[in-house]
């Protein structure tokens, strides 16, 4: 504590924000209640704020050290660094969900005209399995799917999905079985036999079973779209 107050009047910073980690409850505002009385915290970063059931340690270190928390940590990645909005985290504890954090995260990463185009595609039944990948690509970007899944109005405290086990490896499986097929493999799926099947499923590292679930999928999404033209 004593380097961190030399350090401060050495170089004088603008602002000093403290990480703190939310899983560590009291102890979490503890410290910062310390940190604080010694430095003037400007602001503090929770980290592992990816369950709702952690709003606690935010409203506690707020109350004894009257700072504001300015970031939460959502997994483990730079990206998963975000604003913190006290009103979006209630809600999520509450059960309401925190749709505007999913709008701001699809914003992030959907290209609008790219969107347009694959919406036209799928009404003209142009649809390929390369764009099945590429929408595949821009959910993972996006974030961990339980997450998205949690921020959904209702469905954190829903009994039927409260235990449910999210697989995130499905998209990787995914991406490796559409990239291990031919270009007009990915064009025409009606091509794709056992043969092929048993190819694909060798170069990507899954199953045929996993081969068949996967067209089977893709088939479903552009009847849907034929049927919602």
Not at 31 to 38: L, M, P, V
Not at 170 to 175: K, L, P, S
Not at 179 to 195: A, D, K, V, W, Y
Request: contains cysteine.
């Amino acid at each position: 504590m004593a380097e961190l107050c030399n350090i401060k009047d050495a170089v004088n910073p603008s602002d000093i924000l403290l990480i703190a980690d939310a899983m560590t409850g009291q102890d979490a505002v503890n410290i910062a209640k310390s940190f604080d009385n010694t430095l003037n915290l400007g602001g503090i970063i929770l980290t592992k704020m990816d369950g709702d059931a952690r709003g606690g340690a935010a409203i506690s270190i707020k109350s004894i050290t009257n700072k504001p928390i300015k970031f939460i940590g959502v997994g483990e990645k730079l990206s998963e660094l975000e604003p913190f909005h006290p009103d979006r985290m209630s809600s999520k504890i509450l059960g309401m969900g925190d749709v505007l954090t999913i709008i701001e995260k699809a914003q992030s990463v959907v290209d609008e005209k790219k969107a347009v185009e694959l919406e036209k595609k799928l009404r003209k039944n142009e649809f390929t399995l390369d764009d099945f990948r590429d929408q595949m690509v821009q959910i993972r970007k996006m974030g961990s799917l339980k997450d998205l899944l949690g921020m959904i109005p209702g469905f954190s405290k829903n009994k039927q999905f409260k235990n449910l086990e999210v697989d995130e490896k499905e998209f990787v499986r995914i991406e490796a079985i559409i990239n291990s097929m031919t270009p007009l493999e990915r064009r025409q799926h009606t091509i794709i036999n056992g043969n092929r099947r048993k190819r694909i499923a060798k170069g990507s590292g899954t199953s045929i079973q996993d081969i068949n679930k996967l067209l089977k999928n893709y088939t479903q999404i552009i009847i849907k779209a034929a049927c919602a033209d």
